[in-house]
């Protein structure tokens, strides 16, 4: 008699909390970041990068203190980055600059990207550490396209 109870009570259990699941379901279009169903082929706006070339660009303003800064200028020509060639280098990898006046046409890497952080010193090594040599990792261009999500964030200077 008593296990009927508890059986009985266990079934009523299970179908209420489906019933409550099949009510708080997410339908396919609250999925994810898409506004169209799953089933569809969305066709967003295409958008494009700066067309600005390195050294006709303005430097952006930073988010926070401490972020990669945005890269301003157009960098399709200098992609792929690869051991052999790095053309990013060429350009930014001026030590002798790093705290002098900034110049027009010239942007350092600070000294950041010369100091293994894997260590405890912070020696400043003649060469960029290896881990700042795929500089896309961290340092992206910017294009047009619109936010997915509403984004109130400001930028703090
Ligand atoms: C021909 C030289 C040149 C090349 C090559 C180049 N840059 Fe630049 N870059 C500059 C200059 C100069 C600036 C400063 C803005 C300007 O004058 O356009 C700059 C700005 C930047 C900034 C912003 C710095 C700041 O203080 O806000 C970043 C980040 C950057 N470049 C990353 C890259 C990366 C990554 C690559 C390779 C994919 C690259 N650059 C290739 C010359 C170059
Ligand atoms: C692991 C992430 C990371 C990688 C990889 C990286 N950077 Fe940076 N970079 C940063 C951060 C964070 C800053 C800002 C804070 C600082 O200066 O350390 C910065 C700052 C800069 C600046 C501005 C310097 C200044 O005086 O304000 C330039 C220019 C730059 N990076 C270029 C490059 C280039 C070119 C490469 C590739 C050779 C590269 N970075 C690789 C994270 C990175």
Redesign the pocket.
Known sequence: MKTGIILTGVVLSIAFSLVVNADSAIDELNMGLSQTSVFDTPTPEAFTYSTAKAGKSEVLPRAWP????LIPHRIDEYLP?VAED?Q??D???KPKL?GREPRKGK???????YVDQRGDSDEMSDE?VG?????T???VPQSGAPALVENTFQLTD
């Open positions: 401490g972020i990669p800064p980055i790095n990013c280098r350009c930014h990898e790093i942007s350092p890497m600070s000294r950041s990207h960029l881990a700042r040599f795929v500089c990792q961290c340092h």
